[in-house]
């Protein structure tokens, strides 16, 4: 039965169980740090599937951005907003039972419809470095959407520090 | 065979770790865990663009262009997201979305 795989098929299911079961605990671990520390490993598996995919650029972005700033970011909300014990601060809400059959309906709907689906395969090599194609695409079709995205970093930037510190009417 | 990895393998990872970003993002009462749902969501759409661009499209990068704005945007969201949390718990002493209440009545 395991005659004929390669080794990216072995490392795909390594890692989708190690993305799986953390993403799960992310959602079930009882104390928030615990959830954060998950969210982490999942983040770390989503970047090897990355590799797998051989998109290194986006890859090296996912830990730097993602492991780097959002989830230290996140660490620090967890640690400004709770004072008393982490025991059972990743509570459920009222309609997490119907949540629960929403989603699963949901992805019930999603994986039907993705096994119906015959995809326009293109059995073709991958380019075998995309950071200089990423470069051109970005500073030639894409380079407004990139313009508005430096903006709207810059806005959201100066939002957060003027929601947390309070705008101040200088005299 | 059902081991040999193709893009379904791909799409359907990414389904049901977006299955589970929805269901932190709507089933739990902190405001913090529902943030990392929204991450975990976000991230599904990336291996879906991603997966999308090294199958059916290799010689062009439009997937990983995009993962990269939707990268952009996730820190813009997390860091205002963060910061009204923070806000609202200097006010309210709370992070827990069933006593934000100001607007119910």
């Excluded at chain 1, 079930?28 to 999942?42: G, S």
């Excluded at chain 1, 990355?50 to 780097?68: K, P, R, T």
Aim: with cysteine; glycine share 6%; charged share 10%.
């Amino acid at each position: 039965m395991l005659d004929g795989l390669t080794i990216a098929d072995i490392v795909f299911w390594i890692l989708a169980s190690l993305i799986l079961v953390a993403g799960t605990s992310v959602v079930m671990a009882r104390n928030l740090v615990h959830a954060a520390l998950f969210m982490v490993l999942t983040f770390f598996g989503i970047s090897g599937i990355y590799v797998l995919l051989e998109a290194d650029f986006i890859a090296v972005v996912q830990i730097l951005i993602y492991v780097g700033a959002i989830a230290v970011l996140i660490m620090f909300g967890v640690m400004l907003t709770q004072r008393e014990d982490m025991g059972e601060t990743n509570a459920y809400s009222a309609h997490g039972r119907s949540a629960a059959i929403v989603v699963g309906t949901f992805l019930l709907v999603i994986i039907i419809a993705l096994s119906a689906t015959k995809w326009l395969i293109h059995p073709q090599a991958a380019l075998p470095e995309t950071v200089g194609p990423i470069a051109d695409l970005m500073l030639t079709t894409f380079v407004i959407p990139f313009e508005a995205v430096a903006i709207l970093l810059t806005v959201a930037v100066l939002g957060a520090i003027i929601l947390s510190k309070g705008a101040r009417r200088t005299p | 065979m059902i081991l040999h990895v193709s893009l379904n393998h791909y799409l359907i990872l990414a389904a049901i770790l977006f299955c589970i970003g929805l269901y932190g993002a709507v089933a739990k009462q902190n405001a913090i865990s529902i943030l990392m749902g929204i991450e975990l969501m976000l991230n599904a759409v990336n291996i879906n663009l991603i997966a999308f661009n090294r199958f059916m499209q290799p010689a062009i990068l439009v997937g990983h262009v995009f993962s990269i704005f939707v990268i952009a945007l996730a820190a813009a969201e997390v860091a205002i997201g963060l910061a009204l949390v923070l806000s609202v718990y200097r006010d309210r002493r709370t992070v827990n979305i069933e006593d934000f209440n100001w607007l119910k009545w």
